[in-house]
């Protein structure tokens, strides 16, 4: 997660890139060149696909296999792949007709390059993929894990492992890859302009140029869309959905998510570390109120970390809300319980809470969160961070956190298991570290049959929850809106593709 940057709304009026302008048509007669701009809360400072996803997102760079909205795996930049030894051993087939954005070839030892710089700038990458050696071949690409990794195409789904021609230079602000749109100019934390690349190995796009901006402001994202400077706008403000509806010039788009808003817990915290004291924590989470009200009704509670429908969802108690059970846990923790108040050693108690305003939501979730406690003499401080997950790596000055993550990218358990509850794993913060999860995580990262997985992950689910390492809190929908002259656009579920070559706009 990168730092945060409001943009000015007279910046938005300047950019004068709507759909409509782009139907309209020049003093000489001839149409102007197709273009459009998408306006996002997703601010980037640095455009290096192995660090951030917006140029995955923006379709300059593309991975070896990507997932549909059916949540399948599919070929990509690599035509096939295939394991004899259940899954140490995997042979890729990588595609011979792509070229990358400055003409050169795309083949096996390219990509390879590719993936040796992603495991070296990235550490949570070089957990997750687990290489051992590669060799190329041409168009084969011989990859051998440390251990037999069933899932391991799958990893390769994730917007971080996407391919850049690791030879070029300023991979911050102008990587090199083989999607639809190359770089034309990059403004970190304010602009992205990008133009058609011509050669795609896919077909030309439809659109000649395109611009991402960003704004955490809601209001302000909904107000470019409704003023014309913005022909795209990913998650407007909720309350406005209603009337975006009503306005015959503009489309809406709402679907499930696969992410999930949770409240994390430090297990340093030697309060923390006691599981009543979280599990106290969990009854003073009002879901059905933060599903309702603080998300509109745009979102679902959530039980656990996935939505109900996956096949490694387990069953589970039904989350309570009550002041009473919590009450109730703390005095199990060994709290002394005085006048309604919990008090420790005669004081009460106090904690901080990291949050972010990148989804706005979040603080208010953190705000309900600390209203509660107070009824129990419980102090919560709220800190509001520009960057959590750099705050949270460097800092141990916390003890609760909102948060927001795709808990199933690719349609299976194992990315949330593995980078949440395993020692070194990208989202785990709070130092989660319990022998019997991790047994059985590892059993599941070495299992091939589909069937056991998902009982495994259920098994693994269970053991979550009940311990409590996190609560979570709610699964918020995916929503956007977009002018009625933009064509063959929808909304990803994954929300890793935005912008390809199929996106047009009105003639």
């Excluded at 949440?420 to 299992?447: D, F, V, W």
Aim: aromatic share 8%; charged share 25%.
């Amino acid at each position: 997660m990168l730092k945060k940057y409001s943009l000015p709304l007279i910046l938005l009026l300047s950019l004068g890139l709507s759909a409509c302008s782009s139907n309209a048509k020049e003093d000489d007669g001839n149409p102007k060149v197709k273009e459009l701009t998408f306006l996002s809360n997703f601010p980037s400072e640095t455009l290096d696909p192995h660090l951030n996803y917006t140029a995955v997102r923006a379709g300059v760079n593309e991975t070896l296999v990507k997932i549909n909205e059916e949540m399948e795996i599919e070929p990509w930049l690599a035509e096939s792949w295939t394991t004899t030894d259940k899954g140490h051993t995997w042979n890729f087939k990588i595609r011979n007709n792509v070229t990358f954005q400055n003409g050169e070839k795309l083949d096996a030892e390219a990509v390879k390059k590719s993936l040796e710089r992603n495991i070296e700038v990235s550490e949570a990458m070089k957990t997750a993929l687990n290489i051992k050696e590669m060799k190329a071949d041409g168009q084969q690409l011989k990859i051998v894990t440390n251990e037999p990794l069933p899932h391991f195409p799958s990893e390769l789904v994730h917007p971080n492992t996407a391919i850049l021609d690791a030879d070029e230079k300023d991979i911050e602000e102008k990587p090199v890859g083989t999607g639809p749109f190359k770089t034309a100019s990059f403004s970190p934390g304010n602009k992205l302009e990008l133009e058609r690349y011509d050669a795609y190995w896919a077909g030309k796009a439809k659109l000649s140029k395109a611009t991402f901006t960003f704004n955490e402001d809601a209001n302000a994202r909904t107000l470019a869309l409704q003023s014309g400077d913005a022909d795209i706008v990913y998650r407007p403000s909720i309350e406005s959905m209603e009337s975006l509806k009503n306005d015959s010039s503009i489309k809406t788009d709402i679907a499930p998510s696969f992410r999930t808003h949770l409240l994390m817990y430090n297990t340093k915290d030697e309060n923390l570390k006691n599981l009543h004291v979280r599990k106290a924590f969990d009854y003073l989470i009002d879901r059905e109120e933060v599903a309702s009200s603080v998300m509109a009704g745009q979102a679902e509670r959530a039980e656990g970390p996935f939505l109900s429908a996956f096949p490694f969802t387990p069953s589970y108690d039904k989350k309570e809300f009550s002041i009473e059970k919590a009450m109730k846990h703390f005095e199990h923790a060994g709290f002394q319980l005085k006048n309604g108040k919990v008090l420790k050693n005669g004081k009460p108690l106090s904690f901080k809470l990291l949050t972010y305003s990148y989804r706005p939501e979040l603080p208010l979730m953190a705000q309900m969160l600390q209203s509660e406690a107070k009824q129990l003499g419980i102090t919560i401080e709220i800190q509001q961070v520009e960057n959590i997950d750099e705050y949270m790596a460097k800092k141990e000055d916390w003890d609760l956190a909102t948060y927001s993550l795709i808990t199933s990218p690719r349609g299976d358990a194992s990315f949330f298991l593995n980078t949440a509850y395993m020692e070194g794993g990208a989202i785990n913060p709070g130092s989660i570290n319990n022998q019997e999860l991790t047994s059985k995580i590892t059993e599941l990262n070495r299992t091939l049959n589909e069937e056991q997985r998902n009982k495994l992950a259920k098994e693994a689910v269970s053991l979550i929850d009940k311990n409590r390492f996190h609560s979570f809190i709610v699964h918020p929908n995916n929503f956007a809106a977009y002018s009625d002259d933009v064509l063959n656009w929808k909304l990803s579920k994954s929300e890793y593709y935005i912008l390809t070559k199929d996106v047009d706009v009105k003639k």
